[in-house]
């Protein structure tokens, strides 16, 4: 099955740095990558998504890249702000099985202010 | 309603007792998933049922777990003989039925401690 690792598992900036998390997956079948931010004691909320046959998407201050030859893709966070702050999971999924999402273990991102 | 909705959102119960957590899926969305989080990892799929059928259930870890979707909408986990090992807290989500790798909304979840 899918194997998604995540790092770094905890990460601390400066408000108005920027932040950088990477995944790596081994199923070259998947096509699919979510990246979900969960806050303290609430619900997973999908804050991007990219799919297999692009490179890059940006959202405001949120982009996402995949490197599809390497199997990894990267959350890039600009200009970061204290509500940044939560934990954020990569995930993968595949044509075949797009309803099974493979998550990272997540990585907690601080900003200091 | 205007999200996926899981109750309770606590449960404690003592080892060896039988419980059923519920979800309330987005009005509309036929595919639904169940997850489960233990602390400090990310969500672990369980079940995904498109409709009332239970589509993939690979994911449950033995036979004390069951999940049940009559009519296409409520589900509910059911867990037997309830472990320690099994505290973690339980997501549900849904999605829109016609679309691949469309996004799954999540419910908040409930806690379950086993004691």
């Known amino acids: 099955g899918e194997n998604v690792e995540q790092h770094p598992s905890t990460l601390s900036v400066q408000e108005g740095d920027s932040a950088v998390i990477k995944c790596t997956y081994s199923d070259s079948a998947s096509n699919y990558f979510p990246w979900y931010k969960q806050e303290l004691g609430k619900r997973p909320q999908l804050i991007i998504d990219i799919r297999s046959n692009v490179g890059e998407k940006k959202d405001q201050r949120i982009a996402v890249t995949l490197n599809k030859t390497a199997k990894h893709f990267s959350l890039h966070i600009t200009e970061t702000q204290p509500e940044d702050s939560a934990v954020y999971f990569c995930a993968a999924s595949t044509r075949s099985n797009d309803y099974k999402l493979s998550f990272g273990a997540g990585t907690t991102v601080t900003v200091r202010a | 309603g205007a999200g996926v909705s899981q109750t309770p959102s606590n449960k404690v119960t003592e080892k060896g007792k039988y419980v059923e957590l519920r979800c309330d899926p987005i009005s509309g969305h036929t595919a639904l998933y169940w997850y489960r989080q233990s602390l400090g990892q990310g969500p672990e799929f369980l079940i995904y049922?498109?409709?009332?059928?239970?589509?993939?259930d690979s994911g449950l870890p033995n036979d004390r777990f069951f999940a049940v979707r009559p009519e296409g909408s409520v589900s509910t986990l059911k867990i037997q003989r309830t472990e320690r090992g099994d505290s973690a807290v339980y997501l549900c989500a849904s999605s829109h039925p016609q679309r691949t790798n469309t996004e799954a909304f999540f419910g908040q979840g409930t806690r379950l401690t086993v004691v």
């Open positions: 049922f498109q409709g009332t059928g239970a589509a993939d």
